[in-house]
Structure formats: C-alpha cells, structure tokens
C-alpha cells in the first residue's frame, strides 16, 4: 500500500508539473499567434512613441518606460523597507508578537488591488498633488508609491521567513566572537538569507510588472515620456495599465487587437528574460 502511495504521489508531482509547463507554452502559443499580425504589419515601428489606432500607429516605448519606471519606484521604495522590516520583526520584535505583526501583514496581501486603487485616489492623489503644487496627482510617481505598498507584504513574509528559519547556531557562534547584534545581522544573517531575499523581491517584481487596476487608476494614462525622461510627477502609462483601458473597445481580429496582443507578449518576454536571468543567477551562486 506504501509503495502504491507514492506511486500516487510521483505521478501527481510529475503530471502536476508537466501541466504547469504546458499551460505556459499554451499561453506564450496563444499571445505569440494573436500578435503576429501586428508584428508583420507594424514591423520594428512598434517600439516607438506615437500609438493612434485611427492611423494604424501602435508604438510601445511609452508603455515600456511607464512599466520600468513605476516597477523601478515600487522596489526602490519597498525593498529597503521591506528589508528591515523583516530584519526588526525576526531578530528585534520580541518572539510572542511575532505571529500579530506578521498576520497583520499578509493581510496586505489579501486585499484587492482595485480598493487599493480607490485609496490611492481618495488619498495618494491629492496628497502628491497637494504637496508638488501638481494640477493632478495621477502620476507615475503616485502610481510608484501604491504598488511599493502592495508588494511590501511579498518582501518582508518571505525575507523575514528566511531569516527566522537561520539556526539559532549561527547567532551564537557569532556572539561568541564577540560581534554586535549589527554585525550578527549584516556580517551573519545577511549573507546566509541572501538568495531568498533576493527571491523575495523578484516575486515582488513579479507582481509589479503584472499589477493593473490599482496602476491603471493612478498613472493617468497619457501614452508619452516625460522631458525629462526622470521627471516622474507626470502622468504615464503602462502595459498593464493600457491593456486595461482598451481590450475591451478593441475589435476582435482587428490590428488594434493585434497590437494590444502584441504589447502583452513583449511584457511576458520581459518577465520570461528576467526570469531565465535569476535562474543563471542561483546556479553561479550554488557553484560558489
């Protein structure tokens, strides 16, 4: 009966596997054929600036800036913070909060993205307005802000996870050298926690290239770069936030559709890129 369990067992890992695998071929298969019309009509003109359906003119560089720049403020804003979070709520925070602060804060990660899109329109907007002297507060910066909060519950519960699992022998052989709880944490911990902090904020990354109706309300939708290209107190626009606003004004098997296809699969090239880098990444680490 044992050897037949895991027999079930195997074969569930192994099937469940192999779907997963499957479904994302299915997926790059699907996004690949529904854009090649856009690809062979648009040609290498869709990575530039003007996009205007009525003309036939779909370029992208716009989306691809808002996209990196709102993911760039996110992780700027949230890993540090994230980062020492986790480091207070493991090594500082006294053992029997533990559990409270870190429920408290995966609740975060259970609230939908569109109520945090309608906080950051009852608050972050007029706040980033009010404060910039701004005639609107939907910005890239303001549509930054909202997603750093979103993905801080995915950095702290996951680096804080792998700094608490760290034997407590490692903390005392670095006591008993005579080091400083500061030094115990970035000469000791830090290091030994490192890939699965960084595997924490790739996840993060993940859900901020991905995030659409909390972004979509906040970047204000102007498909343009901003002069200069660094002034992140004007509105933008994204992949996700685009995708969002015309998918479904778009006619089926029109160019229009095409195009919008075709932005979704540079985005999961993107995601596709970054992730195959992270894995060469954790290899050369494993070899070290």
């Keep these: ?44 003109n869709i990575f530039t600036l003007e996009w205007n359906p009525s003309k036939d003119k779909f370029g992208v560089l716009s989306m691809i800036y808002g996209t990196l720049s709102v993911t760039f403020i996110a992780l700027l804003i949230a890993v540090p913070l994230g980062i020492l979070t986790a480091i207070f709520i493991s090594e500082i925070l006294p053992e029997k909060f533990r559990l409270y602060f870190k429920s408290a804060i995966e609740l975060l990660a259970g ?5 945090y899109g309608l906080i950051g329109i009852a608050f972050f907007s007029g706040w980033v307005s009010s404060f910039f002297e701004l005639t609107t507060g ?12 979103m993905v801080l519950p995915t950095i702290i519960t996951l680096s804080e996870d792998a700094l608490h699992n760290i034997p407590k022998k490692y903390r005392e052989a670095s006591k008993g050298l005579g080091l400083y709880p500061f ?6 911990l830090l290091p030994i926690a490192k890939n699965d902090i960084i595997g924490a904020i790739l996840l993060a990354l993940g859900r901020a290239l991905g995030e659409t109706m909390a972004v979509m309300l906040l970047i204000g ?51 596709i890129t970054l992730t195959i880098i992270t894995q060469f990444y954790f290899k050369k680490e494993d070899r070290l």
């Design 183 to 188: 030094e115990i944490i970035t000469k000791t």
């Design 111 to 115: 609230i939908p993205s569109i109520i």
């Design 1 to 44: 009966m044992s050897a037949f369990q895991n027999s079930i067992g195997k074969g569930y890992v192994v099937s469940s596997t192999y779907l997963s695998i499957a479904i994302v071929f299915i997926i790059f298969t699907v996004l690949f054929i529904s854009s090649y019309d856009a690809f062979s009509a648009i040609g290498w």
């Design 221 to 271: 939708s102007i498909d343009r770069i901003p002069d200069p290209f660094y002034n992140f107190l004007a509105p933008g626009q994204t992949i996700t936030s685009k995708l969002g606003r015309e998918i479904g004004e778009s006619a089926f098997g029109s160019l229009h559709f095409s195009a919008l296809n075709a932005i979704g699969f540079l985005l999961l090239l993107i995601v």
């Design 138 to 149: 939907r910005t890239i910066l303001t549509a930054g802000i909202l997603l750093s909060i």
